[in-house]
T-cell receptor, first 115, second 109 residues
Framework: NAGVTQTPKFQVLKTGQSMTLQCAQD?????MYWYRQDPGMGLRLIYY???????DKGEVPNGYNVSRLNKREFSLRLESAAPSQTSVYFC??????????????FGDGTRLSIL | SQQGEEDPQALSIQEGENATMNCSYK?????LQWYRQNSGRGLVHLIL?????REKHSGRLRVTLDTSKKSSSLLITASRAADTASYFC?????????FGKGTMLLVSP
């Protein structure tokens, strides 16, 4: 059972380039999330999707877009990468519309460096 | 912000000892969760305690919650080297879940 799968695991971009981070879950969860983790900052929510067809902004959405492609997949796009977006990005999923009431299951992250 | 804050930031102990980590927060909560993160990996959910509960156990883990003091503690008994990880509390209020900055635990053989 794969759980939450993120691709790629590592990526280096130049400032201004674009890219899409992919996330897929096989647990039939209805809610999915994108976080970034920076040293000393904990995890901060970028966007979330409570159910297929809906997306909402989190704490730090600027510079990002998301697409809930179907129930399994939730992608995060950086249209014009900036050095401040250097971070580790985590995708998570859970089995409930209210994102705090059920445990979240995390992928192993994408380590993104922007030069 | 209702973000939880873990204390201490880092903790170093020997195998077999107990490890205690604390989480303080500022506003009301519906529940509080603890997660573990091994180096280079994603977070793994450990335990959830609801606001009307005072203590919860899971294996070698014991979590307490004191809503009057707005604090929670995570106790790991008989620590093992494999417990080396970062531990995060996450506070939940309705649809908002907020992670703290974590405690790094090092368990030496």
């Amino acid at each position: 059972n794969a759980g939450v799968t993120q691709t790629p695991k590592f990526q280096v971009l130049k400032t201004g380039q674009s890219m899409t981070l992919q996330c897929a879950q096989d647990m039939n969860h209805n809610s999915m999330y994108w976080y970034r983790q920076d040293p000393g900052m904990g995890l901060r929510l970028i966007y979330y999707s409570a159910s297929e067809g809906t997306t909402d902004k989190g704490e730090v959405p600027n510079g990002y877009n998301v697409s809930r492609l179907n129930k399994r997949e939730f992608s995060l796009r950086l249209e014009s990468a900036a050095p401040s977006q250097t971070s580790v990005y985590f995708c998570a999923s859970s089995f409930h519309r209210d994102r705090g009431w059920k445990p979240q299951h995390f992928g192993d992250g994408t380590r993104l460096s922007i030069l | 912000s209702q973000q939880g804050e873990e204390d201490p930031q880092a903790l170093s102990i020997q195998e077999g000892e107990n490890a205690t980590m604390n989480c303080s927060y500022k506003t009301s909560i519906n529940n509080l969760q603890w997660y573990r993160q091994n180096s280079g990996r994603g977070l793994v959910h450990l335990i959830l305690i609801r606001s009307n509960e005072r203590e919860k156990h899971s294996g070698r883990l014991r979590v307490t919650l004191d809503t009057s003091k707005k604090s929670s503690s995570l106790l790991i008994t008989a620590s093992r080297a494999a417990d080396t990880a970062s531990y995060f509390c996450a506070t939940v209020f309705y649809s908002t879940l907020t992670f703290g900055k974590g405690t790094m635990l090092l368990v030496s053989p």
